[in-house]
């Protein structure tokens, strides 16, 4: 794209962070870390203003991290799009979920795109983030900017750079896993390889944003894929009275060739269960299929009334009402986002059965409605469903109470029985 007309006003260091979720604030760290000065905008006024007292939203930012940002006048939240005039980098990093009939749902990025478009400036990158299907940079994002942007803005760049951030991992984190960069044309490309190599330890350089946002749907699609199989391979072993755990350790002996996945109640959170469904929608739509992956989407639906069952075989014959525990609501060890908890399925079937159901989470202050009970809430059987910290579980066998453990974290403990 051509230079000649073109000029940056801004501070060259200056980003702007649409949506302040697990995505968004962690990136705004990064980069405040990295000498930047970053403005978060997000539309959540309440969340904006937590954030701005140096309360964090997110498991994996600290209050302290945030609260130095703040003071350093390297970081602010705000509600207010026009602050997108001061920066040289946007980064869209806000919900992209299924609708009613479990399509994607491009309502939050189109408003992004809406918001930021009459702000953006002169040489100004902006990245989509948000995990999409291929051709949403393109096709939605950009005829958004480009049809809304002021006339004096002559030249934007675009790229898709997908986050592959993992709440709650202390290993791996936005800065040290490798990050995907597909530019729109060459000069996008050389902007964002630069913004990103400022902030990540390894920069992957690919040949557009579709094959970006595909490789993102293919690394959520692999997990839940192998979920599925997994998940399937567990009723196989238990109906023949194999320990799959057993199974899976002796198979991951193998040095190549073989990646361990683990059962569970089914797939949460904002990836696994939404993310595949963006590519089995965007193959129907160029008239190709996704049947595997359709089909995995349906065995890990299956999963939560499975558990149901084993769990319902572990009450005392004679109780017509039983008293069912679940421990741990949120999707995954660690973090409180109960967005797509499988235990929420598991939870409905359970009440369906006849059984009465309560649930205890350090993490999670309240959920559908309800409140968490105490460890010693007084019930039949306990259903592991997320192996939560701060849960002393070492009660339950003094007390006779039979626990399932769908998390592969208690085996061979007294009145355990796992998945
Ligand atoms: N959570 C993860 O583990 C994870 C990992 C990798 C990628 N992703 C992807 O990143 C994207 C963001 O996910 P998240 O988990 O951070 O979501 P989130 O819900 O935690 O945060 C998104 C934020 O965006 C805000 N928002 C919504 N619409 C907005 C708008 N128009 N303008 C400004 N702010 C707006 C919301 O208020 C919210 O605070 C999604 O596409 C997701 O698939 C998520």
Same mark, same amino acid.
């Given at each position: 794209?051509?230079?000649?007309?073109?000029? $940056?006003?801004?501070?060259?260091?200056?980003?702007?962070?649409?949506?302040?979720?697990?995505?968004?604030?962690?990136?705004?760290?990064?980069?405040?870390?990295?000498?930047?000065?970053?403005?978060?905008?997000?539309?959540?006024?309440?969340?904006?203003?937590?954030?701005?007292?140096?309360? &964090?939203?997110?498991?994996?930012?600290?209050?302290?991290?945030?609260?130095?940002?703040?003071?350093?006048?390297?970081?602010?939240?705000?509600?207010?799009?026009?602050?997108?005039?001061?920066?040289?980098?946007?980064?869209?990093?806000?919900?992209?979920?299924?609708?009613?009939?479990?399509?994607?749902?491009?309502?939050?990025?189109?408003?992004?795109?809406?918001?930021?478009?009459?702000?953006?400036?002169?040489?100004?990158?902006?990245?989509?983030?948000?995990?999409?299907?291929?051709?949403?940079?393109?096709?939605?994002?950009?005829?958004?900017?480009?049809?809304?942007?002021?006339?004096?803005?002559?030249?934007?760049?675009?790229?898709?750079?997908?986050?592959?951030?993992?709440?709650?991992?202390?290993?791996?984190?936005?800065?040290?896993?490798?990050?995907?960069?597909?530019?729109?044309?060459?000069?996008?490309?050389?902007?964002?390889?630069?913004?990103?190599?400022?902030?990540?330890?390894?920069?992957?350089?690919?040949?557009?944003?579709?094959?970006?946002?595909?490789?993102?749907?293919?690394?959520?699609?692999?997990? /839940?894929?192998?979920?599925? /199989?997994?998940?399937?391979?567990?009723?196989?072993?238990?109906? &023949?009275?194999?320990?799959?755990?057993?199974?899976?350790?002796?198979?991951?002996?193998?040095?190549?060739?073989?990646?361990?996945?683990?059962?569970?109640?089914?797939?949460?959170?904002?990836?696994?269960?939404?993310?595949?469904?963006?590519?089995?929608?965007?193959?129907?739509?160029?008239?190709?299929?996704?049947?595997?992956?359709?089909?995995?989407?349906?065995?890990?639906?299956?999963?939560?009334?499975?558990?149901?069952?084993?769990?319902?075989?572990?009450?005392?014959?004679?109780?017509?009402?039983?008293?069912?525990?679940?421990?741990?609501?949120?999707?995954?060890?660690?973090?409180?986002?109960?967005?797509?908890?499988?235990?929420?399925?598991?939870?409905?079937?359970?009440?369906?059965?006849?059984?009465?159901?309560?649930?205890?989470?350090?993490?999670?202050?309240?959920?559908?409605?309800?409140?968490?009970?105490?460890?010693?809430?007084?019930?039949?059987?306990?259903?592991?469903?997320?192996?939560?910290?701060?849960?002393?579980?070492?009660?339950?066998?003094? $007390?006779?109470?039979?626990?399932?453990?769908?998390?592969?974290?208690?085996?061979?403990?007294?009145?355990?029985?796992?998945?």
């Amino acid at each position: 794209m051509a230079r000649i007309g073109c000029m $940056r006003a801004q501070n060259v260091k200056t980003l702007a962070i649409i949506g302040q979720g697990y995505v968004g604030l962690p990136l705004a760290m990064s980069a405040v870390d990295a000498g930047w000065t970053v403005l978060g905008i997000d539309t959540h006024e309440s969340k904006v203003s937590q954030i701005n007292l140096g309360s &964090s939203p997110v498991e994996d930012i600290s209050d302290e991290q945030l609260h130095s940002a703040i003071a350093n006048g390297a970081y602010r939240a705000t509600i207010d799009f026009s602050v997108v005039s001061q920066a040289t980098v946007v980064t869209i990093c806000v919900p992209t979920p299924l609708d009613e009939n479990r399509e994607p749902d491009l309502t939050y990025l189109r408003s992004a795109a809406t918001g930021i478009a009459p702000f953006v400036s002169n040489e100004t990158l902006v990245v989509s983030e948000s995990t999409s299907y291929p051709g949403t940079l393109r096709d939605i994002i950009i005829p958004i900017v480009n049809e809304m942007k002021r006339e004096t803005t002559k030249c934007v760049y675009f790229a898709s750079a997908p986050e592959r951030v993992n709440p709650g991992d202390s290993n791996w984190n936005q800065k040290n896993t490798p990050r995907l960069v597909g530019g729109i044309d060459e000069r996008s490309q050389a902007r964002a390889l630069e913004f990103y190599n400022s902030i990540c330890d390894v920069v992957v350089s690919v040949s557009s944003p579709e094959v970006a946002e595909a490789a993102k749907l293919l690394e959520n699609t692999f997990r /839940l894929v192998n979920i599925a /199989l997994i998940n399937e391979f567990t009723q196989i072993c238990s109906d &023949s009275g194999i320990s799959v755990h057993q199974v899976i350790d002796a198979a991951a002996s193998k040095p190549y060739g073989f990646m361990p996945f683990r059962p569970g109640v089914g797939v949460g959170g904002h990836c696994i269960p939404v993310d595949p469904l963006y590519l089995t929608w965007w193959a129907r739509k160029i008239g190709s299929k996704a049947t595997l992956v359709e089909f995995a989407d349906v065995l890990n639906h299956d999963m939560p009334s499975y558990v149901a069952e084993r769990a319902l075989k572990l009450v005392a014959k004679g109780i017509t009402k039983p008293r069912i525990l679940v421990l741990g609501v949120a999707y995954k060890r660690g973090v409180g986002d109960v967005r797509e908890t499988p235990v929420s399925e598991l939870k409905s079937y359970l009440i369906e059965k006849g059984a009465e159901v309560a649930w205890h989470d350090p993490f999670v202050k309240d959920w559908e409605g309800s409140k968490p009970v105490d460890l010693d809430w007084n019930c039949d059987v306990a259903i592991l469903a997320t192996n939560q910290p701060g849960m002393d579980l070492s009660e339950f066998a003094a $007390r006779g109470i039979p626990i399932l453990d769908c998390s592969n974290s208690l085996g061979g403990k007294e009145g355990v029985t796992s998945l």
